[in-house]
């Protein structure tokens, strides 16, 4: 069955500092996978998806994600982190008609 | 400009009243969801719909329903039966998975 892993509900760095946060699936079929942004009392916005191809996928806001099948991983990255970044963070898989989201992953940004 | 519009953004209710959130897109997607969140849970999945005239349970449909009458609108009623609906909704809508979901900007529901 797919599931999805998010490994820290909570993440802290420094303003200009890497941004690495963590996803691990699990799928008995290729994936389809997303990264959310979610930002106080809003829904959620799409930054990024891997559905075939490229395995490195360039999304909104500087961020990126790479695919790794071998290591069954999705880990968002960006290389220098904004204040305006902060923000809660999640990974999600499809499973046939509709996706699977992790718990999620707040970033604090401190300047 | 297309998107999924959901309202009210707050809400209070008394105990043991029903309560419906509506949730009405012009996407001209086919498919709606409807997702609770709590603090530490992420999103758990309520009800779905691929189809007007048909909808799905998901993971916590106990003290929920929904109707989906109209392909642009999917609201849901959040029952008495429901033991603890303080939370903030979700609703979201797709053409495909392949594609994501596109999310209404959610509406928090209060329950005194």
């Known amino acids: 069955a797919q599931s999805v892993t998010q490994l820290g509900s909570h993440v802290s760095v420094s303003e200009g500092a890497l941004v690495l946060l963590r996803c691990n699936y699990s799928?008995?079929?290729?994936?389809?996978l997303f990264w959310y942004v979610q930002y106080p009392n809003q829904g959620l916005q799409l930054l990024l998806k891997?559905?075939?191809?490229?395995?490195l996928v360039k999304g909104i806001n500087g961020f990126e994600a790479e695919f790794k099948k071998s290591e069954t991983s999705f880990h968002l990255t960006k290389p220098s982190a904004h204040m305006s970044d902060a923000a809660e963070y999640f990974c999600?898989?499809?499973?046939?008609?509709?996706?699977?989201f992790g718990t999620g992953t707040r970033l604090q940004v401190f300047p | 400009d297309g998107g999924i519009t959901q309202s009210p953004k707050y809400l209070f209710r008394k105990e043991g009243q029903n309560v419906t959130l509506s949730c009405e897109q012009n996407?001209?997607?086919?498919?709606m969801y409807w997702y609770r969140q709590d603090p530490g849970q992420g999103l758990r999945l309520i009800y779905y719909s691929q189809i007007v005239n048909d909808f799905q349970k998901g993971d916590i449909a106990e003290g929920y329903s929904v109707s989906r009458e109209k392909k642009e609108s999917f609201p849901l009623t959040v029952t008495s039966a429901q033991k603890n609906p303080t939370a903030f909704y979700l609703c979201?809508?797709?053409?495909?998975?392949?594609?994501?979901?596109?999310f209404g900007s959610g509406t928090r529901l209060t329950v005194v």
């Open positions: 999600a898989v499809t499973l046939t008609d509709k996706l699977i």
């Open positions: 996407l001209n997607h086919d498919a």
């Open positions: 979201a809508s797709s053409h495909d998975t392949f594609y994501g979901y596109t």
């Open positions: 799928s008995s079929v290729p994936p389809y």
């Open positions: 891997y559905t075939t191809g490229a395995t």
